[in-house]
């Protein structure tokens, strides 16, 4: 009963998270938010203290339920492992693991490594990034958005033609997400390394490689209900030791790793002698001695933990101190050739607060690159903010009718705002570079950026005051106070493959209202 009730409540979050990176563009988001909230590490990145107590609550009370449950790379994982093992033989289904020590040092080592770089990080851009590889909440979006993105959106054009022949409009053809690209080769890398460690050793991600796990794992060891033995039933027969993906459960003296089971209830509903329950845990007097250098635990061991727990302080202290878009617009002939041009500053979105802001609270989930219905974030590929978002204007542009990035962010990196307040917020400066714009130069009438500003800061001007001729050369000027730095600009501009036209990003974003 237990096991399927975590089964089906698994399904539930996993279906909801995976809802977010596939279906941004017809969603309601507000009955989904709940699922990305509720994820670990992108709440310690946003500062979410009720959502960190919640959940260690949670794992106090009922263990590490929340790698079962919670968590969408945990979740997937086990379906790795289901599916493992419907093609196995049956006679080796149930010798697939066995009891192991697994690696204290390393998991400590990773651990105190990934909340090093969350603090630092804050501060120093860049040096997060590496920390979004490992990151179970990130890593499960850049496969959702990889992989079932563009599946997603095949099959809802499969129903947008079969709409167009009824005469309906409840779907509409989108442009579907293509493989390719650094951030799906990394997902694979990720898919086939969870094939590998699920197949070989079960939970090995979660129990040393995974800073989520490392965490909850020091709570779960004192967590009030766990699976305990019945020595008077049990038979030693190793069935749920055998079938523990997590490798936590050594029969021979009948005791349990409490900080690497993930109350999946696996050995529950395995034991044939009804040995095994989950219940309230009361420690022996023998269970609750403290030894010092104990032969199953080194010194060597107990030191790493220390040295985690004062990063935890540490990081305590720290804390508180390609959907694509359109290519035509109002009936212009499509854009070819454009080029993104580097940008002295990156251009982040408006609710960002600023590039350091962005980049120092970003783990490179892929999310908001899901949710933007224009198409103009993407993965960088650049070593000081690789996988994370940059803004790219040779595709569309950030219009301000649209805010679903900041109303998807876990993490803090880009806040809630209003469209009302994204007109407000200036997150670029517009420049043009007169050697290459063709109305300066006289090549052509043109007077495309200052027809597509949204917020009208873009006038054109006579190259000469003194010209009274039908058609005076004009050149666009831009009233640095007035404009976002959305981009139509840039977007719009004929010229290429670099526009004539382009926005610089600001590192602080400044309020012009």
């Known amino acids: 009963m237990l096991k399927r009730l975590r089964v089906v409540l698994a399904l539930l979050f996993l279906i909801g998270i995976t809802f977010l990176f596939v279906d941004f ?29 919640v959940l260690l609550v949670l794992t106090l ?66 040096v997060r990034v590496w920390a979004s590889l490992i990151e179970p909440y990130s890593a499960y979006g850049r496969i959702a958005s990889s992989f079932l993105g563009p599946v997603y959106d095949w099959g809802n054009n499969i129903f947008a033609d079969i709409a167009v022949s009824q005469n309906s409009t409840t779907f509409w053809h989108v442009s579907a997400q293509k493989f390719g690209g650094i951030v799906t080769w990394i997902a694979l890398a990720t898919v086939i390394i969870l094939i590998i460690t699920v197949g070989f050793a079960g939970r090995l991600w979660c129990n040393t490689i995974c800073p989520a796990g490392t965490l909850l794992g020091i709570f779960s060891r004192f967590s009030l209900f766990a699976p305990v033995f019945d020595s008077s039933k049990c038979a030693k027969c190793r069935r749920c030791e055998k079938d523990c993906k997590s490798q936590c459960i050594n029969v021979a003296e009948q005791k349990i790793d409490y900080s690497r089971c993930v109350t999946c209830f696996d050995c529950i509903g395995d034991c044939k002698f009804d040995a095994m329950h989950y219940t309230f845990r009361v420690k022996s007097k023998k269970e609750s001695k403290v030894k010092k250098n104990s032969s199953n635990e080194p010194e060597q061991v107990n030191a790493t933990r220390r040295g985690f727990l004062g990063g935890l302080l540490a990081l305590g202290a720290g804390a508180v101190a390609k959907a694509q878009s359109k290519l035509t ?19 982040v979105p408006p609710g960002a607060l600023g590039y350091k802001n962005f980049y120092g609270h970003c783990t490179g989930c892929q999310l908001c690159i899901a949710a933007c219905p224009n198409g103009i974030l993407t993965a960088s590929t650049s070593l000081d903010s690789f996988m994370q978002p940059v803004m790219k204007f040779d595709v569309s542009y950030c219009r301000p009718e649209c805010n679903r990035c900041s109303q998807v962010c876990p993490t803090g990196a880009i806040r809630p705002i209003t469209l009302g307040q994204k007109t407000d917020i200036s997150i670029g400066q517009a420049r043009v570079y007169v050697d290459e714009c063709i109305a300066y130069l006289g090549e052509a009438v043109c007077g495309i950026c200052e027809r597509h500003c949204p917020v009208q800061t873009i006038s054109m001007m006579k190259v000469d005051p003194e010209d009274d001729s039908p058609r005076p050369r004009r050149r666009p000027v831009v009233t640095e106070s007035r404009c976002i730095g959305c981009g139509a600009c840039e977007n719009m501009c004929p010229v290429y493959p670099e526009s004539a036209i382009r926005v610089e990003g600001r590192s602080i974003h400044k309020d012009i209202s």
Not at 28 to 52: C, H, M, R, Y
């Open 61 to 126: 009370l009922f263990g590490r339920i929340y790698c079962s449950v919670i968590c969408p790379l945990g979740v997937l994982q086990d379906i790795i492992s289901r599916i493992e093992m419907i093609f196995m033989k049956k006679s080796k289904r149930h010798s697939r693991f066995k009891y192991s020590k697994g690696y204290p040092v390393l998991k400590y080592v990773v651990a105190i490594l990934f909340f090093a770089a969350m603090i630092v990080g804050a501060y120093v851009v860049g």
């Open 25 to 53: 563009r017809t969603l309601n988001g507000s009955w989904v938010d709940f699922f990305k909230e509720a994820q670990l590490i992108p709440a310690l990145f946003a500062t979410s203290f009720v959502t960190i107590a």
């Open 329 to 347: 617009d109002g009936g212009l002939a499509p854009l070819k050739d454009k080029k993104n041009p580097e940008k002295e500053t990156p251009v």
